[in-house]
């Protein structure tokens, strides 16, 4: 028999419900209802199971604070999810400033737990309040990345996608605006019954109901004027919401294998502290809480600096981010200081003293001298020991006690011994930041390693290459044009409006009469086909409709695909078919002689398919088309060394061991090794399965207006840790 109310308020329970008894009034997880039935208030759960609880439940300013009880177990039982199976969480949390590679960090943990047997997944939170990254301009905020089902993302889930192969979907990336958004259409159904839709909830909690509340965390709830009846006022249905998505998306496979992964690795955007990120931390922390210690991983990148006056590495910074965290719910099992060098064991024995965090479970992210000695550094530390500890992972026999990075270490190393430089000029908008073309640049660099090069990329600002420059800036345009002719290839990449267009067109121009290897990308080869029209076919005023809605010959024009949403409606976005139609040309040889490649696209303007026999006639060819063969897929010109185009953006699918085959194209032919490469492929060698220890480092100056300069993110000389800002797997 239920006990009664009455009994129920008796101060605080030796034994209160177990959690997998709860009433769903008290998951936070459960639609709201509005009273509590008394039954549910009863103190010795009927199942007689134990619960241990989190060491302090303290309610501040209404709102449930967790303090401490994170990390340690202690025979805490978790509720049981179900369907959830054994899916382990990893997250990863940054402090002190943001740039500390956080993405690079989390993606390395991936690498580890992945060579140590495990199947992962990622989640990238953005704080922000855009739906997705497809708005964003990507000279703010770095590049849009693209996914198979035509997500428009963060770049950070590129980082994921290049570190662990595996393939993400655009739930992957969960922002601000995703969240409202849904919580919104759900209140617009009427979803929410009635209710006042709260991103928290609050909190209304007498001493005499916090005493009995021992879950009361999970939940809120309010007292009626009438003794000894409880109602549950409101849900908390943002923090809901966030907990939902994460534990929806962390079930879909990503590695190409069947059922979902065992650890999903969930990288939180931002700082600790930013204002935007509150509701994803106070529901990280419910979900941390929900899932129970055995299962949740808190890991903090944290900065420790070192003080040129005294040359001491300080701990302060680290300290007060720790608290900061723990102050909002979360304690983190594993700290990750960057640093320029190693901790020192004293200052390891200060942050453990003072954030709680065994020793053992404090890493150093100290310089390297590229980005995949990360996972070894990781392994080195024993950080994956940590992990596995914590997520009760250790004792569990298929998994490898020791990761298998053996792949990274030969890559990490010859890294470090490539001498022979291959330069390509990127011909772009340059506005200082290079993570606008991040896919671009690290594909360059699988692509050189694979042909066993180094890297060094000279941007060059289209606009510098116009007439117009000449006569306003004549430093600049003769800089421009200098390290175009100093390159051993070129590439003009993805792009949107007409700046620079014609510098970009003259750049096409000059690769293709001086016989210098040339890769087009989307706009870069809508570019191509403009300039072959212009300057091959004489037909001089050929234009883009995207520049010249008016023009008398457009050569390309809009071709939406079907408009479902409101922005971006019309963009061709995502994977799709490309269908070679001639056998004997350079790009079918690279990607192995197959009949079709599937590739990512996301463009609104294509090749104008009724001039497409024109183009033909005058020598130009389209080897690679979609299924009705009206879109133009992949351009050559057979004569020429390597003039390339795709429509789609094959940047998005590289990966360290398996390079892109039209980036390997490119750099093998800037480095005359692309018969050798194209030998290789016929006699069935595909180029992106070829090398397995591809790797690389590549440097970078760029050059606007004559002056030389650094880039602002760590791309200047390949070294991971350059400046921090901006480093990226
Ligand atoms: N602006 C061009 C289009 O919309 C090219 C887009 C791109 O390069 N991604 O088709």
Redesign the pocket.
Known sequence: MAPSLSKALLPLSPQPPCLHCLPTPFSPLSPPKTSLPRAHLQLVCPCERAVSLPRTVALVGGLRRRVGGGGGGGGFVGPEIPGQGEMKYVLVTGGVVSGLGKGVTASSIGVILKACGLRITSIKIDPYLNTDAGTMSPFEHGEVFVLDDGGEVDLDLGNYERFLDIKLTRDNNITTGKIYQSVIDKERKGEYLGKTVQVFGSCFVDSRLFHLSWNFCLCSCSRTDRPNDFTFKVVPHITNAIQEWIERVAMIPVDGKEGPADVCVIELGGTIGDIESMPFIEALGQFSYRVGPGNFCLVHVSLVPVLNVVGEQKTKPTQHSVRGLRGLGLTPNILACRSTKELEDNVKEKLSQFCHVPAANIITLYDVSNIWRIPLLLRDQKAHEAILKVLNLERVDSIAREPKLDEWVARATIFDTLHDTVRIAMVGKYTGLSDSYLSVLKALLHASVDCRRKLVVDWVASTDLEDSTAIEAPDAYKTAWNLLKGADGILV?????DRGVQGKILAAKYAREKNVPYLG????M?IAVVEYARHVMNLTDAN?T?FDPNTKTPC?IFMPEGSKTHMGAT?RLGSRRTFFKIADCKSSKLYGNVTYVDERH?????VNPDMVPEFENAGLQFVGKDDTGRRMEIIEIPNHRYFVGAQF?PEFKSRPSKPSPLFVGLIAAASGQLDRVLQDCSNGHVVAAKHVLSNGSYTSTVHQNGHPKKLANGLSNGTYYASGNGVHA
């Open positions: 990449p993805g792009g949107f409006g990308i989307c706009l870069g809508q883009s995207e390309v963009m996301r463009h609104r303007y294509e953006h």
